[in-house]
């Protein structure tokens, strides 16, 4: 596989890392930063990638796949420097959050081999889910972005491109809701009185256990739940108290007011 990477951040370096680790050649990738103390990073971080400052054809030159992997706010410039060297067959992959294909082909001069794909961060270590979305017409001509962001961990397609806007809501910003959560069990303890050592690891051995649980089982999340919680026990008291304050559905709200968000920021982008 011959990629180049149009930014040099945690997310394009991590994926980066994850195709070397797979056993992809290092020679055979390439990166462009224009950060200069972010390429001595990357020189540490990935050896052997090619690293460059600017897009320029030379960057691009017999590379399958070219990986938007800048902050939404810098895409559009990226792209526009990216318009003039980029061949009719190379396949684009963006994973910038909120920024739609129309706008994307658009800063591309009219590119139309684009795949949008929603990693979340889990994916700097191996283990995160991405979401993607092609064009139905262009779909099979695709799976190479799949195979990237395979390296990183689970990946989904989706029929329509308006579902990335609840796929950022839901898997996109999630990893913050399980540390916000996390962090409050972990405060939880140490209000109780453990010491901050043993109430980050059982708040951390909590996490890890109930999730592989629910892997493991057949059961659904309300099932597990209720296998938990024993009548009048101290389980049924802690939830009755967050029932109490309707926890279920604020959080379920904030779910929705990310996905609302999500859309005005393509709103917002697509005016660039």
Same mark, same amino acid.
Request: some cysteine; glycine content about 8%; charged content about 25%.
């Given at each position: ?110 590119? &139309? *081999?684009?795949?949008?794909? =929603?990693?979340? $961060? ?8 991405? @979401?993607?979305? %092609? !064009? ?99 389980? &049924? *008291?802690?939830?009755?108290? =967050?029932?109490? $304050? ?8 904030? @779910?929705?007011? %990310? !996905? ?13």
């Amino acid at each position: 596989m011959k990629a180049t990477f149009i930014g040099g951040g945690n997310m394009g370096s991590a994926i980066v890392g994850a195709l070397i680790a797979r056993g992809e050649l290092a020679g055979e990738l390439r990166i462009i930063e224009p950060s200069s103390m972010q390429r001595e990073r990357l020189r540490e971080r990935v050896p052997g990638v090619a690293l460059h400052e600017v897009a320029d054809a030379h960057a691009l030159a017999g590379s399958d796949i070219v990986v938007l992997a800048v902050k939404p706010q810098q895409i559009a410039q990226a792209c526009r420097e990216l318009a003039s060297h980029l061949a009719v067959s190379q396949l684009v992959l963006s994973i910038a959050a909120g920024v739609r294909c129309a706008d994307l082909s658009r800063w591309l001069g009219g590119h &139309a *081999r684009i795949v949008r794909a =929603m990693p979340n $961060t889990p994916a700097l270590v191996g283990a995160g889910i991405s @979401v993607l979305y %092609a !064009a139905r017409e262009i779909r099979n001509d695709t799976r190479i972005a799949e195979d990237v962001l395979r390296a990183c961990g689970e990946t989904l397609w989706c029929e329509r491109e308006e579902d990335l806007d609840a796929v950022t809501a839901v898997s996109g910003s999630g990893p913050a809701y399980v540390f916000y959560f996390l962090e409050a069990l972990e405060q939880a303890a140490i209000d109780l009185g453990l010491s901050p050592p043993i109430a980050r690891r059982l708040a951390y051995a909590t996490f890890d256990g109930s999730m592989r649980l629910a892997r493991e089982s057949s059961e659904s999340p309300a099932r597990l739940r209720e296998n938990v919680t024993s009548k009048g026990g101290t389980t &049924a *008291r802690a939830l009755e108290t =967050m029932d109490a $304050t309707d926890m279920r559905m604020h959080f379920i709200d904030a @779910v929705n007011a %990310a !996905a609302t968000r999500a859309a005005e920021l393509g709103d917002a982008f697509g005016k660039a």
